[in-house]
């Protein structure tokens, strides 16, 4: 046994313990061992308190039976585990303890799957033997998972959450919709929880032919969801940003909320709704202003060059938790905050932006459990299926935080799917140079990404925090935007 292929969780919830006597397969003495059965796996320690057994015995497809075939010995047990082409005796104490043990390993050869949530007609079993550690995927599943990064010690020791991220990734992948609210978490605030009123997307467009508007686009970025097009309103004069999305029956919902979300959205830290339009029935321009800094990726790109202080992080952090506390004021949560969706002016100014996978909190709906966004940002309770609250807003924002300091996220260097496995079983790493940063910057930093969901701060707490005193003048800020233009 290799130590990557064990992990104490493996044998921390028993569901069948106690000491028991066993024949050696060299020498043939018995000693006693301390066995334990979870799942389909049975394990034996030299005592109760050592920390990793001695050996394990693969359940699943085993035979057992009470036997007479060790001359003068009674209450034992023959155990044959084809997996390792093995076969065990084992001593109980007494008749009672042996059937009890008999029916422990019977339920273990017959268990089918490791975690019984996953919406899966296969029967999913570890296994020892196979490439990926796992027997019985589904074959999108089995092909993810090779691809993943995912080692098969890795599923060996840690299978529930090997199958929780791979069930997010394909729900991810699939852009699955809003399962049925579980939970009973209320969002606290003076605003009221809205009720559920349902709208159509040509009740919240304009009826006016964009083209005539805007006559001259020029392309500036590109993105899952659509293009976005630097234009001239003509009518103002100025300059704004129209990102164009094409409308379909998978994202006509998510479309409907985003629409409606920034529209009612009014905050100096969120980029600012004008209009939004349908094209040739087939297409949403969606008008908002301009922003000529750029987005916070395009800093973090030159990040060998130009790193941004502490007071520059802080004043960042801040201005997109006022964005948060209000929105999270309004029971709405953004789910997808990172560098990208920071967008910056040349004036040193800050403004939340793509409410595309925002979601709206109401009576009927206050929790959410929808999986979306994106997988380096995404919070634990997230990635695990567990309904989620505004918080997941305040884990991404300390993702991003790690971005702004070392210039990208945790586990970029792997494949999503292995990240979301880290994220889930090692957590978040320590920040590389501690030494570098305050321990204001350190305290925030651990609070924003505390895996506990009550422990973690919400936006106003946060604002709150001595990290925050630290936050540098806007005119700092623009003088990074010109050094990063020159760049």
């Known amino acids: 046994m290799s130590e990557l292929e064990l992990s104490p969780e493996m044998w921390s919830k028993p569901d069948k313990q106690g000491e028991l006597k066993k024949q050696g397969h060299v020498v043939k003495n018995w000693k006693t061992r301390w066995f334990i059965i979870q799942h389909d796996m049975m394990f034996y320690f030299r005592n109760r308190s050592d920390p990793k057994p001695v050996g394990l015995i693969p359940l699943r497809s085993c035979t057992s039976k009470e036997t007479t075939k060790i001359g003068g010995k009674t209450n034992c047990l023959e155990l044959v585990a084809p997996r390792i082409n093995k076969t065990f005796f084992i001593q109980a104490a007494n008749g009672s303890e042996l059937r009890e043990w008999l029916a422990a390993i019977e339920s273990g050869s017959e268990y089918s799957s490791v975690s019984a949530p996953y919406n899966v007609q296969h029967e999913i079993h570890v296994d020892f033997d196979s490439a990926t550690g796992f027997s019985g995927l589904p074959k999108e599943w089995e092909m993810m998972l090779k691809q993943s990064g995912i080692t098969r010690e890795d599923v060996i020791a840690h299978p529930d959450q090997a199958l929780q991220v791979l069930e997010f990734k394909s729900n991810l992948d699939k852009g699955e919709k809003n399962k049925s609210m579980r939970g009973s978490y209320v969002p606290q605030g003076p605003i009221p929880l809205p009720e559920d009123k349902p709208v159509t997307l040509q009740e919240l467009v304009s009826k006016a032919d964009p083209t005539s508007l805007y006559p001259h686009m020029e392309k500036i970025g590109e993105g899952a969801a659509g293009e976005v097009f630097a234009a001239m309103d003509s009518k103002l004069g100025k300059n704004v940003a129209i990102k164009k999305m094409e409308i379909n029956g998978e994202n006509m919902k998510l479309l409907i909320t985003e629409i409606g979300i920034m529209k009612t959205s009014r905050h100096e830290n969120i980029v600012n709704y004008m209009d939004s339009f349908i094209v040739d029935e087939r297409y949403l321009w969606v008008v908002m202003d301009f922003m000529d800094g750029g987005c916070l990726t395009d800093v973090m790109e030159q990040f060998d060059q130009l790193k941004m202080t502490e007071p520059q992080i802080s004043f960042v952090c801040r201005q997109t938790l006022r964005a948060l506390s209000y929105i999270h004021g309004l029971h709405r949560i953004h789910r997808d905050i990172k560098s990208d969706n920071i967008l910056l002016g040349m004036d040193g100014s800050i403004k939340l932006a793509d409410f595309g996978f925002a979601a709206q909190l109401t009576q009927k709906q206050q929790q959410r459990n929808t999986v979306v966004g994106t997988p380096y940002w995404m919070a634990p309770e997230l990635i695990r299926g567990h309904d989620y609250g505004t918080k997941v807003d305040i884990w991404s924002l300390g993702i991003m935080l790690m971005e702004m300091a070392e ?26 140079e501690p030494q570098k940063w305050t321990p204001e910057f350190t305290d925030f930093y651990n609070k924003c990404l505390d895996k506990d969901v009550d422990k973690r701060p919400g936006a106003d707490e946060l604002l709150k925090h001595p990290f925050m ?12 935007m010109k050094k990063s233009k020159e760049l």
Not at 407 to 432: C, D, H, V
Not at 469 to 480: G, Q, S, T
């Open 407 to 432: 210039g990208e996220p945790p586990y970029m260097e792997f494949p999503p799917l292995r990240a979301l496995f880290l994220i889930t079983t090692k957590g978040i790493p320590p920040l590389k």
């Open 469 to 480: 005193a630290k936050a540098c003048p806007v005119k700092d800020m623009a003088l990074l």
